[in-house]
């Protein structure tokens, strides 16, 4: 009887330990999709800058939904999006840095100057 018992004992244990490690696994799963998806906007924001720079007079608008931390420095040709950075090869006369925080990014080149409200 004493066996029996430990052996439901110990099944149980181990689906406890199972059942915790599928539940970590989903969340280290969920905080990869969330870094990929920063990555890709501040890739697509980089192409976009790219394509502003080489139009003069050229407006562009990227959706982006939340809050987040995005600074661009023209002068160094330099993305920093929620931590993360990427350079691009757009030339702007710009000489400081342009932030925004929320809300869609709407970049435009006029004069050789970035815009971005």
């Known amino acids: 009887m004493i066996d029996w018992f430990a052996s439901k004992i110990g099944l149980m244990i ?3 330990i199972v059942g915790g490690l599928l539940i970590s696994m989903a969340a280290i799963q969920q905080g ?3 870094k990929e998806k920063e990555i890709r906007h501040v890739q ?3 192409r976009l800058l790219e394509t502003v720079s ?3 007079g050229s407006l562009t608008t990227y959706h982006i939904e939340g809050s987040y ?7 160094d040709q330099k993305i920093t999006f929620n931590g993360i950075v990427r350079y691009f090869y757009g030339k702007f006369s ?3 840095c342009l932030t925004k925080n929320s809300g869609d990014v709407k970049m435009a ?4 100057a970035l815009v971005i409200e």
Do not use: D, M, R
Request: charged residues 10%; negative net charge.
């Open 14 to 16: 181990f689906v406890v």
């Open 109 to 112: 080149n006029i004069n050789g």
């Open 94 to 96: 710009n000489t400081g």
């Open 32 to 34: 990869v999709f969330e």
């Open 69 to 75: 931390n995005l600074e661009i420095c023209p002068a």
């Open 44 to 46: 697509n924001i980089a």
């Open 54 to 56: 080489s139009t003069p």
